[in-house]
Nanobody
Framework: VQLVESGGGLVQAGGSLRLSCAAS????????MGWFRQAPWKEREFVAA????????YYADSVEGRFTISRDNAKNTVYLQMSSLKLEDTAVYYC???????????????????WGKGTLVTVSS
């Protein structure tokens, strides 16, 4: 399975972006999915996750209420709707997949089955 992120770009603070993570070479329907990010000079951190059925979501405190994760298993795609963006949201955003993980379990980065290569989000003042 290959994961490809898209939708990143330059946006002003307070604006919105929607990231997509599309899978090829297999189906994501049985996989927990998550978004992570890595800002310059910082470690990669958890952002949001969704269970394989989409019924459960889990967010980092820093994005709760501003970001929404969703998935369309028919399209083999996971989304991250980002609103009220802040300067500190600037980072490379990665999606990851792990078979059978719960949404909360996706908060632990170790042992993911698949990672994408990331898409850059830059928030300007």
């Amino acid at each position: 399975v290959q994961l490809v992120e898209s939708g990143g770009g330059l946006v002003q603070a307070g604006g919105s972006l929607r990231l997509s993570c599309a899978a090829s070479g297999g189906t994501l329907s049985m996989y927990g999915m998550g978004w992570f990010r890595q800002a310059p000079w910082k470690e990669r951190e958890f952002v949001a996750a969704i269970s394989w059925r989409g019924g459960t979501t889990y967010y980092a405190d820093s994005v709760e209420g501003r970001f929404t994760i969703s998935r369309d298993n028919a399209k083999n795609t996971v989304y991250l709707q980002m609103s009220s963006l802040k300067l500190e949201d600037t980072a490379v955003y990665y999606c990851a997949a792990d078979k059978g993980r719960t949404a909360q379990g996706m908060g632990v980065m170790d042992g993911m089955d698949y990672w994408g290569k990331g898409t850059l989000v830059t928030v300007s003042s």
